[in-house]
């Protein structure tokens, strides 16, 4: 199936530990993202490559480091979590970026919860 | 830097009842507008979006919105909601990143 996906859906994880967030898209899109959704539902862009070239680097901690090998993914490191980082994070893609009707595909989200 | 408010938090309407939730952008060039819809426990889908052209755009699933450029606004309608379009509602502008509004939750009561 074409779709973005993430893996993985859910994670549980304490307070200091590291993990990562694979997103991998098949629509052939030249540019990913990875939004944040916290509690109150309210989405916030992290970062946005294009073709593998950072692009979009929003005010987000150092401890979020994002990571693209090809263009058709677009992986996200959380070092140190913390309790904060609980939220649904939304990796998308979009076909141009740079192009402003092009919409956004989403991704199924991972709910990753920090105790 | 370009914003997007919506005013309604929370709206609860009655199956059959019309709809209409409000978008107002701010941004002084050439806009691009969406709309995107989340079901319950689901990932965000694409509504409708408008970029030039007829300033009232169909989407899917009955939706629309009218683009009124003097107004700065982006406003979602349908006549008649059902059970199955309690979600939230996300209004959102692009330029050279899509920003989001902060969503409106609908909840339709059957």
């Known amino acids: 199936d074409t779709a973005v996906s993430q893996t993985p859906k859910y994670l549980v994880t304490q307070m200091g530990n590291d993990k990562s967030i694979k997103c991998e898209q098949n629509l052939g899109h030249d540019t990913m993202y990875w939004y944040k959704q916290d509690s109150k539902k309210f989405l916030k862009i992290m970062f946005s490559?294009?073709?593998?070239?950072?692009?979009i680097n929003e005010t987000v901690p150092n401890r979020f480091s994002p990571k693209s090998p090809d263009k058709a993914h677009l992986n996200l490191h959380i070092n140190s979590l913390e309790l904060g980082d609980s939220a649904v994070y939304f990796c998308?893609?979009?076909?141009?970026?740079?192009?402003?009707?092009?919409?956004?595909?989403f991704g199924n989200g991972t709910r990753l919860t920090v105790t | 830097a370009q914003s997007v408010s919506q005013h309604n938090h929370h709206v609860i309407l009655s199956e059959a009842a019309s709809l209409e939730l409000g978008c107002n952008y701010s941004?002084?060039?050439?806009?691009?507008l969406f709309w995107y819809v989340q079901y319950p426990g689901q990932h965000l889908q694409l509504l409708l979006k408008y970029f030039s052209g007829d300033p009232l755009v169909k989407g899917i699933k009955g939706f629309e919105a009218e683009f009124i450029k003097s107004k700065f606004s982006f406003n979602l309608r349908k006549p008649s909601v059902q059970w199955s379009d309690t979600a939230e509602y996300f209004c959102a502008v692009k330029d050279d990143k899509i920003i989001f509004g902060k969503g409106t939750r609908l909840h339709i009561l059957p």
């Open positions: 998308a893609s979009s076909p141009q970026g740079g192009v402003r009707n092009s919409p956004l595909h």
């Open positions: 490559y294009n073709n593998k070239e950072l692009i």
């Open positions: 941004y002084g060039g050439t806009v691009n």
